[in-house]
């Protein structure tokens, strides 16, 4: 049974910056991709970021692109997500999870361990 606990989130102002952890236990966390998540209030859950078992490869949704940056620590089990230059809709809760497999994807379908969540809100 896999664990994943995320930590970091806040109130932050607009053009700030945060960093989201999440840490995993009860499995091989090298041995599977992981991935971001969001949901704001009232909309739907939404892909932010993507990185493969080994962290070669990451992927972004067009939204956080170039402001957002996924990183991982396989020795610490410990994934993270560097956000700058935050905007008012980038407020959510954040999730992280964990791919079925060790290549990274957009659809959240292809995960099958979630996080509690953590709070980020952006005020203007």
């Known amino acids: 049974q896999v664990q994943l606990v995320e930590s970091g989130g806040g109130l932050v102002q607009a053009g700030g910056s945060l960093r989201l952890s999440c840490v995993a236990s009860?499995?091989?966390?090298?041995?599977?991709?992981m991935a971001w998540f969001r949901q704001a209030p009232g909309k739907d859950r939404e892909f932010v970021a993507t990185?493969?078992?080994?962290?070669?490869?990451?992927i972004f949704a067009d939204t956080v692109k170039g402001r957002f940056t996924i990183s991982r620590d396989n020795a610490k089990n410990t994934l993270y997500l560097q956000m700058n230059s935050l905007k008012p809709e980038d407020t959510a809760v954040y999730y992280c999870?964990?791919?079925?497999?060790?290549?990274?994807?957009?659809?959240?379908?292809?995960?099958?361990?979630w996080g509690q969540g953590a709070q980020v809100t952006v005020s203007s």
């Open positions: 009860g499995g091989t966390f090298s041995s599977y991709a």
């Open positions: 990185i493969t078992r080994s962290g070669g490869t990451t």
């Open positions: 999870a964990k791919s079925k497999d060790g290549s990274g994807s957009s659809d959240g379908n292809n995960y099958d361990y």
